[in-house]
């Protein structure tokens, strides 16, 4: 299931990095492009803070929790052979991963970096593609947290894991 998680972080860091260069190239002028009214709209802004902007004189941090975050997702993401651990646990990392490279890459320069945010929602945020993926990771999580389902799948009737062969054999 690691390999699922790494692509599906993949997967997640690509397309946040794609629509971000497409905000860039498309909403550099001041546009705002109008999706549902003033519901939702895209328009450019570069987040030096966490969510709303909090803690914009202090980037640096954020670049070593979205570090943190990737170590740890990373490290949890091996003992998984949950399915639905596997996407969750995908989502993070993808969304922390894309957030330490904007934080590390971007400008005004390496640790310091904003993040590229464009989706505006009614006015009371604007976001990203990796944020969408933290958010649905992390409720995802929430949810297999409070239904009790372990990291570890377990096998059905007549069923067995490989990891559950190598270990019941003795070797």
């Known amino acids: 299931m690691f390999r699922a998680v790494v692509l599906i972080a993949a997967v ?8 971000k260069y497409w905000a860039e190239s498309t909403l550099s002028g001041g546009q705002t492009i109008t999706i549902l009214g003033d519901l939702l709209q895209l328009r450019l802004l570069y987040n030096p803070g966490a969510a709303f902007s909090i803690g914009s004189a202090y980037t640096w941090i954020f670049a070593v929790f979205a570090a943190a975050a990737v170590v ?14 596997a996407v969750a646990l995908g989502l993070v990392l993808g969304g922390a991963a894309t957030h330490l490279l904007d934080r ?42 409070v239904r009790g389902v372990p990291l570890r799948a377990t096998a059905g009737p007549g069923e067995t894991r490989s990891d559950e062969q190598v270990s019941s054999s003795g070797t």
């Open 104 to 145: 590390l890459f971007r400008e005004p320069g390496f640790a310091r970096g904003h993040v590229v945010d464009f989706i505006d929602y009614a006015g009371f945020f604007v976001g990203n593609v990796a944020d969408i993926a933290l958010v649905v990771g992390v409720g995802i999580v929430m949810l297999l947290n």
């Open 72 to 85: 740890a997702v990373t490290v949890v993401a091996w003992r998984v052979t949950s399915r639905a651990w």
């Open 12 to 19: 997640v860091l690509a397309a946040d990095q794609l629509t």
